[in-house]
């Protein structure tokens, strides 16, 4: 079986500040790797995701995350956030079905 | 750009009452999903659905739970008889083919009295 850590529930930052959400998984089989975002009364959103190949990952909005195998972790970043990125962000995982496991979530604010 | 669409955005009923929550995929997708998230807690996966059948389900989705697509177009969750327990924000996903990008509904808010 499958789990997802994420252990910040709040990460609470400046504007044009760098960010990263913490996100570790336990699985003892290969797995793919997903962020999504859920921005206000919306549905969650893929950021990006890691299936094979580099370990390093760009999505949208200027959103990256590292594969780490030996930490399993797949850590998000951001190296400067804009006020619009204030939202809930959720780890989750996969293997070898489809159906995704979340983390908790991590809600982060930007503030002015 | 296709989205995921679910009615009604919110849902109140009274216990024991039957609900459907229903959903309308993006149109050339052949996998379906219900996921729910209760207040502060994780979102969690229900069930699975491909070719017109369940293709996997969690311990959560037990028999007061069922699925369906009756029209080629629409894919529902029906709740027999809803439990205070089962108050939660229900999200609908769909996806091209296993292991590709799942896109989600906004949810129905299911609240329970």
């Known amino acids: 079986a499958q789990s997802v850590t994420q252990l910040d529930s709040q990460v609470p930052v400046f504007e044009e500040a760098p960010v990263e959400l913490r996100c570790n998984y336990s699985?003892?089989?290969?797995?793919?790797l997903f962020w999504y975002v859920q921005y206000p009364n919306q549905g969650l959103q893929l950021l990006l995701k890691?299936?094979?190949?580099?370990?390093l990952v760009k999505g949208i909005n200027g959103f990256e995350a590292e594969f780490n195998k030996s930490q399993t972790s797949f850590h998000l970043r951001k190296p400067s956030v804009h006020i619009s990125d204030t939202a809930e962000y959720f780890c989750?995982?996969?293997?070898?079905?489809?159906?995704?496991?979340f983390g908790t979530g991590t809600r982060l604010q930007v503030f002015p | 750009e296709p989205e995921v669409t679910q009615t009604p955005s919110h849902q109140v009923t009274q216990m024991g009452q039957e609900v459907i929550l229903r959903c309308v995929p993006i149109?050339?997708?052949?996998?379906f999903y219900w996921y729910r998230q209760i207040l502060g807690q994780k979102v969690e996966f229900l069930v699975s659905?491909?070719?017109?059948?369940?293709?996997?389900k969690s311990e959560i989705f037990d028999d007061q739970f069922s699925v369906e697509r009756p029209d080629g177009s629409n894919f529902t969750l029906k709740i027999r008889s809803t439990k205070l327990e089962d108050s939660a924000m229900y999200f609908c996903?769909?996806?091209?083919?296993?292991?590709?990008?799942?896109?989600f509904g906004p949810g129905t808010r299911l609240t329970v009295l």
């Open positions: 996903a769909s996806s091209l083919g296993l292991n590709n990008e799942q896109f």
């Open positions: 699985s003892s089989v290969s797995v793919y």
């Open positions: 890691y299936l094979s190949g580099s370990t």
């Open positions: 989750a995982v996969s293997a070898t079905t489809d159906k995704l496991i």
């Open positions: 149109s050339n997708h052949l996998y």
């Open positions: 659905f491909y070719n017109n059948e369940i293709s996997e």
